[in-house]
C-alpha cells in the first residue's frame, strides 16, 4: 500500500530503529536467541513470522510487556535479562503501552515517578 512504512523504514525526519539507543540495545539482544523466543514471537506478533519478529528484539519485548503473559516476562527475562525491560521503557514505543502497563512496568523497574506515556507525533 502507497504511504505505509514498511517494517524497519524508519519515518520521514527520523533514523532506523527508532529513538537513541535503541539500535544499540537490539544489536545485543539479536545474539542470543532461544526457542522459548520462537513460541512467545509466534503468539504475540502473529502476522509475522518469529525469525522476522526476532530481527526486531524490541518490538517483541515491548508485546511481551503490554500483551504478554507471565509465563512470557519470565521466558525474556530468564533469556535476556530485566536489561531488555529498561531498554524498551527508555524508547517505548508510542500506542502500545495501557496506562495501567505503563505504570506497573514503571514500578517493577524501580523508575518513579512514570513519565506520561509515550505519545504519537502527527506533524
Known sequence: MAG???TGQAAPGRAPGGGCGRRT???KFLSVVDPDLFRVAGRLLWWISPDEALKDPMRLVAQVMSLGSWNDVETVERIWGEEVFRAVMDDAPPGLFTARRWNYWHVR??????PPLPRRSFA
Open 109 to 114: 523497574l524501580g523508575r518513579l515517578p512514570a
Open 4 to 6: 505505509r512504512l514498511q
Open 25 to 27: 540495545a537490539e544489536t
